[in-house]
C-alpha cells in the first residue's frame, strides 16, 4: 500500500481510539514515503501520546519540527509531549514558539495557558509534598483517611516526597493522588482530561493528550465529592483545513483558461490559489502562463520565487525542477544562452529530466556556435595564416598547427586553413588527422587541387594505397578540369608511388612470391578476369603500339598501371 493508504487507515485507528494500531499504520506510512513527511510524524507523535508514551511522542514532535520548522502544529506537538512529562518549561517554549509562527493559534493559547497554570501548581505542590509529617496530615484528613488506608497509595506518597521528578507521571496515572493533593492544597482536582482528537484526512492530527485541562476549581463541597475524578471531557474536534481543496479547485478553474490562452484571467485565478494555499505547483502554473503569454521577466520573478518558497516549504524535488526548467526556457527566449544553460543544468541537479537534458544539449550546441560565429574575423584569419606560414618555413610544426587553427576558427569556411593545417600535422606524424583536415577542406572548396594532393600523400604515409590512388584519380580529374593540368605530373609521381610500394615486394620474399601475392590482390584478379581488358592485353601483345592508344582511356589506364604495379605486365 502507499504511504497515504496507510495514514488514512491510521486516521481510522485513531477515531475509533485503538492508539496502537494508529501507531502501527503511522509507521507503516512513515516507512513508505518517499520522502519524509512532517505531518505524518506528527500524527504518530499524537498516537503515543494518547497511549501516554511521552518520550516517544516527544521523538516524533521533534522530527516533525525537523522537517518543517514553519508549521506551528509542530510544535504544538512538542508542548503536549513535554506538557506529559511533567516539563514545564520546555513545553512552555514551544508553545511559545508555536504563537510566534501563528499567533492566532488557539491550541497554542490554550497551552501556554495551562502550562502555566500546571507549572504554578507544581511549585506549590513541591512545597505541600516537603512537609514531613504530610503523611499523618493525609490519616487525619476526613477526605483523604479511607485513602490513605491503602498501602501502597501510601508508599506512592512516600515516593513522591523523595522523587519529585516523578511527580507528573505519577499525578496522571493514579486519580487518588489527585485528591490527596487536592487535598493539601485545598482544592479539588480531578483526572487530566485526555483530550484526544481523531486524525483529519489530508488535515495534521489534532493535538492529542496532553492538551492541559482546565485550571483546577476551589474545593467548597464535601470530602466524598472531593476524592470523585472529574469525568473526562471530549475536547472539540480540529476544524477541517479545507483550504488545500479549495485552492485545487481555483487551479482547475485557472487550467481551463489557460488551455483557452486567456492567460491574464488564469494567471489572476493561479494567485487566488497560491494565496489560498501555498504549494509552488500553483506558482509553476502561473510561471507556464506568464511564458506563453510572453511576458518573460514576469516568469523568471515567479519561478524565482517558487524555487524560495519551495526550499521553505520542503517541496518536491521534482516541482522546484520545474520552476528551474522553466526558468532555463524563459532565459533561452531571451537569447540568454549562459543562463538558460545554468538553469537547466540545476533543474538535471533536482530531477533529471530527458526533455530538460535535450533542451541542455541544445542550449550548449548553439552557444558554440554563437561563440564561434562571434569570433569570425577575416582580417585576423589572414594574419593567423601568415604567422603560420613563418612557423612552417622555420620547421616549428606544433607552432604553425595552433596559428592555423587560429585561422580556422577565424575563417572557418576558409578551405586553406584546413589544407594548411593538414601539411604541419603530416610533418608532426599526425596522418589521420591530416586526412581529416583535407577531406574537410575539400568538402569546402572540391576544386581544391592541393587538398587531394595533401590526403594522397598521407594516406600513402598510412599504407592506404588504395585510397591514395583513387584520391589520386580524383584530383587528375580536378587538376585537368580547374588547373589546365598544372599539377599533372606532381599527381602522376604519387600515383606511381602509390601503385609501386602496393606491390612492392616484402623483405624476405622472391620474386615469384611477390608475385603470387599481388595476383591474389582483389583488383588485379576482377582486372584479369574482365573480358575487355583481356581483350585488350591480347592486342598488346600482338601489337605493343596498339596498348599506347589504349592508355587513352582513363579507366583502361588505370587498370594497366595496376597490372604494371603488380608486376603482371613487364616494361623494359
Avoid at 518549561?89 to 501556554?112: C, F, I, R, T, V
Avoid at 533529471?352 to 585576423?380: F, H, M, N, T
Avoid at 584546413?418 to 596522418?431: E, P, T
Avoid at 581483350?535 to 603500339?545: F, T
Wanted: proline share 5%.
Amino acid at each position: 500500500m502507499s504511504s497515504e493508504e496507510f495514514k488514512a487507515q491510521g486516521n481510522q485507528a485513531f477515531q475509533a481510539k485503538d492508539y496502537e494500531k494508529a501507531v502501527s499504520f503511522f509507521t507503516q506510512a512513515i516507512e513508505a514515503s518517499p520522502s519524509p513527511n512532517h505531518i505524518l510524524f506528527s500524527n504518530r507523535s499524537a498516537a503515543y501520546a494518547s497511549l501516554g508514551q511521552y518520550q516517544d511522542a516527544l521523538d516524533d514532535a521533534n522530527k516533525c519540527v525537523e522537517i518543517n520548522g514553519s508549521w506551528a502544529k509542530g510544535y504544538n506537538r512538542v508542548g503536549a509531549a513535554h506538557y506529559g512529562r511533567g516539563e514545564w518549561d520546555e513545553a512552555h517554549k514551544a508553545y511559545s514558539k508555536a504563537l510566534e509562527l501563528d499567533p492566532a493559534n488557539k491550541m497554542a493559547k490554550e497551552g501556554l495557558n495551562e502550562t502555566e497554570i500546571a507549572r504554578d501548581a507544581g511549585n506549590d505542590v513541591k512545597n505541600v509534598f516537603s512537609d514531613a509529617g504530610m503523611v499523618e496530615k493525609l490519616k487525619k484528613n476526613p477526605k483523604t483517611a479511607e485513602l490513605m488506608k491503602d498501602p501502597e497509595l501510601v508508599a506512592k506518597v512516600q515516593k513522591l516526597q523523595t522523587d519529585p521528578k516523578s511527580m507528573s507521571q505519577e499525578l496522571f496515572s493514579d486519580p487518588r493522588l489527585m485528591t490527596v493533593m487536592g487535598a493539601m492544597l485545598g482544592v479539588d482536582l480531578g483526572v487530566q482530561p485526555s483530550q484526544q482528537s481523531a486524525p483529519q484526512e489530508d488535515t495534521p492530527v489534532p493535538d492529542a493528550y496532553p492538551e492541559p485541562s482546565s485550571k483546577p476549581e476551589t474545593n467548597t463541597t464535601s470530602a466524598e465529592n472531593a476524592a470523585a475524578p472529574e469525568p473526562e471531557k471530549e475536547a472539540t474536534p480540529e476544524p477541517v483545513d479545507n483550504s488545500k481543496e479549495e485552492a485545487d479547485n481555483l487551479k482547475q478553474q485557472a487550467n481551463q483558461l489557460y488551455k483557452k490562452r486567456q492567460f491574464d484571467e488564469a494567471i489572476e485565478l493561479y494567485n487566488k490559489a497560491w494565496e489560498t494555499f501555498q504549494d509552488i505547483t500553483y506558482l509553476n502554473n502561473r510561471a507556464a502562463a506568464e511564458f506563453e503569454k510572453g511576458d518573460y521577466d514576469a516568469t523568471i520573478e515567479t519561478c524565482e520565487n517558487a524555487v524560495e518558497k519551495g526550499r521553505e516549504l520542503r517541496a518536491d524535488y521534482k516541482l522546484v525542477a520545474k520552476s528551474f526548467a522553466r526558468l532555463g526556457s524563459a532565459y533561452l527566449k531571451k537569447d540568454d544562452l549562459p543562463n538558460a544553460i545554468k538553469f537547466f543544468e540545476k533543474s538535471l541537479t533536482e530531477h533529471r529530466s530527458p526533455d530538460v537534458l535535450s533542451k541542455l544539449r541544445a542550449a550548449e550546441a548553439d552557444l558554440k556556435k554563437k561563440e564561434a560565429e562571434e569570433y569570425i574575423d577575416p582580417e585576423k584569419a589572414e594574419d593567423a595564416r601568415l604567422q603560420g606560414k613563418d612557423f612552417f618555413t622555420k620547421g616549428d610544426w606544433p607552432a604553425a598547427v595552433k596559428a592555423y587553427t587560429e585561422m580556422i576558427n577565424r575563417a572557418p569556411k576558409d578551405a586553406r586553413g584546413y589544407s594548411n593545417r593538414a601539411a604541419a600535422l603530416a610533418k608532426l606524424m599526425s596522418f589521420p588527422d591530416a586526412v581529416k583536415d583535407c577531406d574537410k577542406a575539400i568538402e569546402l572548396d572540391p576544386s581544391f587541387v592541393r587538398a587531394y594532393i595533401r590526403k594522397a600523400t598521407a594516406l600513402i604515409a598510412m599504407k592506404d594505397f588504395n585510397k591514395a590512388m583513387t584520391t589520386l584519380e580524383e584530383a587528375r580529374t580536378v587538376d585537368a578540369d580547374t588547373n589546365e593540368g598544372k599539377a599533372a605530373n606532381e599527381i602522376n609521381g604519387l600515383y606511381y608511388k602509390a601503385s609501386s610500394q602496393r606491390f612492392a615486394a616484402i623483405d624476405g620474399e622472391t620474386p615469384e612470391q611477390t608475385f603470387e601475392r599481388a595476383s591474389k590482390d582483389p583488383e588485379v584478379s576482377a582486372i584479369l578476369q574482365d573480358p575487355v581488358m583481356n581483350s585488350i592485353l591480347q592486342q598488346a601483345r600482338e601489337n605493343p603500339a596498339a596498348l599506347q592508344e589504349h592508355m587513352k582511356n582513363p579507366e583502361v589506364a588505370k587498370k594497366i598501371n595496376i597490372l604494371i604495379a603488380a608486376g603482371v605486365i613487364r616494361t623494359r
